[in-house]
């Protein structure tokens, strides 16, 4: 277990998103997502043309992150014989899905020296990876966050399985390509309510092809949790989604959750937006304006690489 190297910024600083300052150089960013039943990806640059059709392979039922990461690989590399210049200066980036990994935000009161700040930090970070991850080699990392003058010190902390994070390396050093940002997930999905300015403390409930993610922010603290589900355009089974449902909205009263936003891919229908609208107390819908809602993380991910 260690700090990932530097290039590396496993959770990109929250409320620090904003619009690339202009350039005499155009920056082209590509930011791209692996799962075990699809993977997806596009390419844009700071003027925000789209210069690779957003792309996406998805599977029908569960396989290994290896079978997809193949898959990508091959077509990657037809990317690279048609867009060759585009590789060249494109800068890489992808997000770790939550089971994965977690996210915390600690807190410590301010009259606390900044020596003994950094010791409590690395001392639950050590507690964290001993309880969820006894047997599993990880990379973490951490960032004191901006605070208000009454307020504690906010330490966010991501923690990612180092395996995962090696495959994705080897494939791109394959193809002799260098990844500048590895984030994770829920950290991207934050970001996008913030992106978006939604009022805080705010939670998304984002859905994917093979889980909804319910993520609910405040200042002192991140809520969070995934719930299974196999999405299909061709065939909703309306049973089991409700069984999910029910286990959702227990979760939301559980844990006093509200100003509720949908996101994902189920935004991109209107049978299964009013389906969740109807279910469930959303407040209203985060969608992006420049690809379709599939794709608002990875766009998220994007606005990010932009800012590297």
Request: aromatic fraction near 12%.
């Amino acid at each position: 277990m260690e700090p990932p190297r530097e290039k590396y910024n496993l959770l990109p600083p929250l409320n620090k998103l904003k619009l690339p300052l202009l350039s005499k150089r155009e920056k082209v960013v590509f930011p791209f997502v692996v799962d075990t039943v699809f993977y997806r990806g596009l390419s844009f640059n700071s003027n925000y043309q789209t210069l690779i059709k957003p792309f996406e392979r998805t599977y029908p039922e569960e396989t290994t992150i290896e079978e997809v990461l193949e898959h990508l690989k091959e077509e990657l590399k037809e990317l690279m014989v048609q867009k060759p210049k585009l590789f060249a200066n494109a800068v890489f980036g992808t997000y770790i899905p939550a089971r994965f990994g977690l996210v915390r935000i600690y807190t410590f009161p301010k009259t606390i020296k900044r020596n003994e700040l950094i010791q409590s930090v690395d001392l639950y970070i050590q507690e964290d990876i001993s309880e969820n991850f006894p047997h599993t080699e990880v990379l973490y990392s951490y960032d004191i966050l901006d605070s208000n003058e009454n307020e504690p010190y906010r330490v966010l902390v991501t923690v990612v399985e180092s395996e995962i994070i090696r495959k994705i390396e080897e494939v791109f050093e394959e193809l002799g390509l260098e990844l500048e940002v590895i984030s994770y997930e829920p950290v991207c999905l934050i970001n996008l309510g913030l992106l978006k300015g939604l009022p805080e403390p705010f939670t998304i409930l984002y859905t994917e092809r093979n889980k909804i993610l319910i993520v609910s922010y405040r200042r002192d603290n991140i809520l969070y949790e995934t719930f299974s589900y196999l999405f299909s355009e061709d065939k909703v089974a309306e049973d089991l989604l409700n069984l999910i449902i029910w286990d959702i909205r227990n979760y939301i009263v559980l844990n006093d959750i509200s100003n509720i936003y949908l996101a994902g891919i189920v935004t991109e229908y209107e049978h299964l937006t009013e389906f969740f609208l109807e279910k469930l107390p959303i407040f209203g819908i985060v969608s992006i304006d420049k690809f379709p809602d599939r794709y608002a993380l990875t766009y998220t991910l994007g606005e990010r690489l932009l800012n590297v």
